[in-house]
């Protein structure tokens, strides 16, 4: 990260640079397309200017100013190559385009730990400015399928942007709740739908014990007829399996008891 | 086993296709005979309740809940508990 210093050294570097009269850009244009690597170099460094302008309309307190211009710079850079002087525009209005465009992109990309990539934080920047001006005229919030019809795409993918919410904070998995060190975190609070009971998978167990008790007490027929009825594997092959001692019955339900 | 006057069950009727891969009492009693067992559909369902009643017995104990006859009938005749029997039994 650049220091203060070298940062007003670089604004001082950059003011030396004379800007260009609309002549000269038509003039040095000309040249760039014939392939001149210093009328270009002359073009970029004669609009450093308006890059830091147009960066410093996008830096937030927290920010990096010196990455922001150095997206600036990149976009200025794209413009001076497919800037078409034919056209009559001057270059700064084509190039302000340019560097916005690659300004705004970084600061998408950056503006959260998790990558969200950037058409959805666009479809989220219409679905607000959408639903804000909806409400405004109907005085009710627009639907998921009215968004969708609205803004060209499925209601799924609306309801699954809206659910992401690109610009929500982040918040740690490990930070204490509350901002007292020594009270719960995030990851203590969350309930865990997998996890298996440890009562009920013991109670799974006794039960089990107990009928595989009562089958073996069963008559054939009647060991037969439970298994048709429930369309499971030959019991009587697995007999064994069933077979448990008295005094381990015994012990399974006292153990209840 | 008629069932009670009045009696309407709660959580519907336990269907031998429906809940798991099963026969219907009509089945079971025609693959009883081929086997040897001659018993008609309902002999074949009041042999089941019988078998899912001394296990519904057992797990009472187990539970140290005392359940009257009445009460016995709703357990085993409760689909819930029927399939519960059945995902033990399986995976046994």
């Not at chain 1, 600061?107 to 990558?115: E, I, T």
């Not at chain 1, 959805?120 to 920047?125: A, D, R, V, W």
């Not at chain 1, 919030?141 to 982040?170: M, R, Y």
Request: a neutral charge.
């Amino acid at each position: 990260m650049a220091t203060p210093g070298m940062l007003d050294s670089y604004f001082k570097q950059v003011g030396n640079y004379n800007l260009l009269s609309r002549e000269q850009e038509v003039e040095l244009s000309q040249k760039i397309e014939k392939g001149d690597r210093s009328a270009r170099d002359m073009m970029v460094n004669s609009n450093l200017r308006l890059a830091i302008s147009i960066a410093k309309k996008y830096y937030r307190p927290g920010g990096n100013l010196e990455d922001l211009i150095q997206e600036s710079n990149i976009g200025l850079m794209k413009a001076v190559d497919r800037f078409d002087w034919r056209r009559g525009f001057k270059f700064s209005t084509y190039a302000t385009w340019w560097i916005r465009q690659s300004v705004s992109r970084f600061s998408m990309m950056n503006s959260s730990l998790v990558k969200v990539p950037s058409h959805t934080k666009s479809l989220y920047f219409k679905i607000s400015r959408l639903t804000k001006e909806y409400n405004e005229e109907f005085g009710e919030n627009p639907t998921d399928t009215e968004l969708a019809d609205l803004l060209g795409t499925t209601p799924s993918a609306i309801k699954t942007c809206k659910d992401t919410n690109p610009f929500g904070k982040e918040i740690s998995i490990d930070a204490p709740i509350g901002g007292d060190s020594d009270s719960r975190s995030l990851k203590d609070v969350i309930p865990d739908d997998n996890a298996t009971d440890i009562g009920s998978l013991i109670d799974r167990e006794k039960i089990s014990h107990v009928i595989r008790k009562c089958m073996s007490k069963l008559s054939a027929r009647e060991e037969k007829i439970l298994r048709l009825r429930f369309g499971i594997s030959d019991i009587s092959e697995n007999s064994d399996q069933f077979k448990i001692s008295n005094e381990e019955f015994e012990l399974i339900v006292k153990g209840v008891e | 086993m008629s069932m009670p006057k009045g009696f309407k069950s709660k959580t519907g009727y336990a269907t031998a296709s429906a809940t798991y891969n099963g026969m219907g009492y009509r089945e079971i009693a025609e693959e009883m005979t081929k086997q040897g067992f001659k018993m008609n559909h309902s002999t074949a369902r009041n042999v089941f309740l019988s078998s899912m009643k001394k296990i519904a017995k057992e797990v009472c104990i187990v539970h140290g809940e005392e359940i009257s006859s009445h009460d016995m009938y709703r357990i085993v005749a409760d689909p819930r508990f029927q399939s519960g029997i059945c995902e033990i039994l399986s995976e046994m």
